[in-house]
């Protein structure tokens, strides 16, 4: 079978799958998952860049998938004025002393000969500044939390339109990996997966407990969307009429009409970066980054500057990250750092690109909408499955409860399950690299 | 006076917690730091191999203390030990047979097995959530305190009190005993030093009539051991929940690459090295700043930074060992 075949009966294969749902469940959840799939399928695209393109073993996709979340609610939710008033200058000083003295502490690192005097002046430095930093930024965060702790408590963010969130979110996310590629890059492939794990619990740790940025776990609810509301749909004569023209009920209709609305945001912007990946993967560039993974010394030898290709692959690829976390949580509406989960926001995405075929923009996004599906469909499977094992035992049998509530645990056995297999039977994934 | 009561703040509110919690993750990274240096890869499972074990040993705890059970003043739960440790070896010996030796045959690339790892952290975890559930579960019993503080203040009359509780005492006895077995196996006995042997140099182990699968085998007894009591030493001291333990995994890797991965004196430094600087650096050093320097009454808590950043401080010590002695402070090896 030629391989275009092949890929288009892949994607007829998903398609199906998500349409089965859309007759059996509904299409409320179809879309759900079609929307979802979309975002899994930038991401998973992301880190294919990474590790299929280029061999770099990325473990902290949660942490710029955080960071675009973050963007969303620095960019979109309106400021709180009193906040900026009470803190705000506190606040932002201290971040400012916080980044001078790092950036004094690297340039006495690199002017000064290495000896004593170069490590009591980069302590000295580092003390001071962190004492300055808690000193000015501790009276200014109290402030700021003190106002309106049930609603607000936090400095808000710019009041811009949400649509602006995605690429700037892509830009932080871009600009920590700039910051983490400087100094892990250079590491062996298992350290850099190490260092990228922690960096991603770092960030989570962040959005958590600085509460006068994101809430923390108080959740930013209500965050403002690309499209329009549901009620307004409800309320407004052309929607109503064209519902009544179908025949199709007002409340499922308008809901329905805001994921679609989703999607095809969604997939504009999937079409534009695959577009921009394919045109990568085969241009010289993408040719030298291949040849860089598939042989260090050799492509070194040849005069590629390898390190830096490397930075540049980790940031494109932690911006895409960060593009599709941003385009998540507009989709939520929320910003809630307390589900930001390794499992679910690193390793999934991992598991994706593997299905796919890493190093197979095709691959990855299949591998995405392939993935999401099961990580959703999983669990109603697993109850049905259980139900129908234990159809002889009694209704309250303690064994049949404790299994229906365990159902939701199979996910990450099916997954891990998936992983393997590929890797075991078809190293290379569904759609393999050419 | 002052100086005696800030010595017995320092030790109950940093020297023991941080030297039963510094044994817990040096008997985590010593599992990382073996799999390492016989099957040359970081095993992303093994905080999910931890909690295995402590699963299974709760399980029998519970079954014995319906039974009416007990081990005196010490928690039942070191009764029901063995019983993990035999059950987390179980499924690693399966796992090995089924996942990893293919790869291990075909001589995969280190960075395959690591994902491959992730498979299986994947179904491990699955697997703990499955049986026992997401939730927090307490286990440990007996006597609570070998000394409390109510009972050290009245003793000694000082002002701050000292506690010590029963499993912190069992977590660093234990440690000590289990790190004193593992030497004297690698180093004294002869299957110990084949493993040390095929380590350094897997050809040259080869051609001297060293069975490369009987290695291995004793490698997943060994980390079975560690595993679990490491697992079961941290439920007890604090409490088990599954995702906790998932978590585990950056300082026991921050452990066992500061000390030099592979190598397992390394790993017990660097468990201390972590667990010492995590526990001092978000300390509160309030009270104790106020008995050195009664003038001084600082309007903070003195914490350096707080709780919640523990990670960071793990992640910020390996990243420095890493970018100025990448093979850790040990000499590790590199695969």
Known sequence: MNSTLKTTALFLVVTTLIAITGAMQSWNSALLIVNMGLVSAIMSLGLNLQWGFAGLFNVGVMGFVALGGLATV????????EAWRVGGVHVMTALFIGVLTIA??????????????RTTLLIVILVVGFVTYRAILDPGVAAVEAINPTITGNLGGLGLPVLLAWPVGGLLAATAAWFIGKTALGLR?????IATLGIAEILIAVLKHEDWLTRGVKNIIGLPRPVPYEVDLQNSPWFIEMVQDYGFELAAASSFYVKVNYSLLFTVILVILLIMAQLALKSPWGRMIRAIRDNEVAAEAMGKDVTKRHLQIFILGSAICGIAGAMMTTLDGQLTPGSYQPLRFTFLIWVMVILGGSGNNFGAVLGGFLIWFLWVQVEPIGLFLIDLLTAGLAEDSAIRE????????????????????????????????? | MDILNAIVAFSNFVLIPATSYGSQLALGALGVTMIYGILRFSNFAHGDTMAFGAMITILVTWWMQALGLHFGPLPTALLALPVGIVGCLLLLVVTDRAIYRFYR???????????????VMFIMNGLVRFVIGPGERHFSDGERFIISAREFKALTGLAEGLALRTSQA??????IIVVAVLFWFLNRTRTG????????????????????????????????????????????????????????????????VVGGLGNPLGAIAGGFIIAFSEVMITYAWKKVAGYVVPWWSPEGLVQLISTDYKFAISFIILIIVLLFRPTGLFRGKAV
């Open chain 2, 170 to 175: 069992i977590t660093i006895a234990t440690a």
């Open chain 2, 193 to 256: 030093k084949s493993m040390r042997a095929y380590s350094d140099n897997e050809d040259l182990a080869l051609l001297s009539g060293i069975n490369p699968e009987r290695v291995v085998f004793v490698t997943w007894v060994i980390v079975a051991v560690l595993a679990t009591i490491a697992g079961v030493l941290y439920g007890l001291d604090k409490s088990f929940k599954p995702f906790v333990y998932f978590q585990l995994l950056l300082p026991i890797f921050a452990a066992a």
């Open chain 1, 74 to 81: 620095l960019i979109s939710m309106p400021p709180v004025h």
């Open chain 1, 189 to 193: 492939s298992d350290y850099l997966a």
């Open chain 1, 402 to 434: 404790h299994l229906r509530q365990s159902a939701a645990h199979m996910r990450l056995l099916t997954m891990g399950l998936i992983l393997l297999l590929v890797l075991r039977f078809a190293p290379r994934g569904l759609i393999p690299e050419k």
């Open chain 2, 105 to 119: 045959i075909q001589k995969a690339k280190p960075v395959i097995l690591v994902i491959v790892s992730m498979g």
């Open chain 1, 104 to 117: 004094i502490a690297i340039v006495v690192f690199r002017r000064i000969p290495k000896g004593s005097l």
